[in-house]
């Protein structure tokens, strides 16, 4: 720390008995005047002398002659012991004064040190402190530096992540459009399937058609044959009727109401007969059916005999089964 300049001037230490030498050094001084005094007081009495009369020849003078001046008298000596005192007295004044002036000298060669080391202390703390704001600059900068770092390095980071998920988006979506062209290859390989199943039990239906229309053609040969009467087949001429052995009056417009509906068919109507032949079960299971009679038409056919096979089971009759066999004539609605 800088000391603050006092407002009071640097004053030498004041010594002991210093007033003891001033009153020695005055009344020496005294007796020293005291004693020239009397000195020369002394010297300048007239000595008492003898009178003595001389007659020479006056010469012409005529401007008088000044008197010759006085002989200057010189002050007496002082003595021995009052020289040795004074020259004592004069060099202890003059070593006190050097001893002053060195201590002056001094006080102020300390004073101009500890300005030296307060300045000195001054310049190694700013020096200090102008490090310590230059490390702390420097710090600064540094972290806002590793700041910005972490900051690119997230960003870098956000930006991958978000990469990533991007192409798991795009994974999942080509997933997704994987699955779905997998589930309508899946679905056009059933639809597939299925139409090829449909066309073999077509193809199969049909095939057991003609074997029942065989069997049936071949049953009805051997009733023909044999001369049987009874309960023939009979016909409807509103284009659906049913007949057989012991059938109530309504059965045949039980069986139109439930195979007309079934019946599929958007063609020619004029002219279209088919005769289809059915026989069932007691509990009215669909046994076979076949067309007995074509219409000329193999479409209309496969439609009414379609709508036959559809109609399982057929509905029992008043007695509570079915017949076991009938005939079915079907033409197209006008």
Known sequence: MIRKNSAYPLQPPRERGTWRAFALALVMHVLLGFFLYHGIQWQNSTPAGAEAELWTEVPDITTPRPPPPPVPVAPAPPLPDEQADIALQEK???????????????????????QQEAEAKRQQQLAADQAAQLAAQKAAATKLKQQQQQAEKLKQQQLAEQQKQDQLKQQQEDLQKQAQADAQKKADAQKAAKAAKAAADAAQAKKLDQERRARLAQMQGMAGGEGSTGNGL????????????STSPGYADKVRRMVRPKIVWSGDTQGLETVVSVHCAPSGTLLSATVTRSSGNQQWDDAALRAVQLTDPMPVDTDGKAPASFLITLRPAN
Not at 92 to 114: G, I, P, V, W
Not at 234 to 245: D, E
Request: proline share 0%; no cysteine.
């Open 234 to 245: 009979a016909k409807s001429g509103t284009g659906s009727g049913s007949g057989g052995t």
């Open 92 to 114: 202890k004044r003059q070593q006190q004064e050097a001893a002053r002036q060195a201590q002056l000298a001094e006080q102020q060669r300390l004073q101009l040190q500890a």
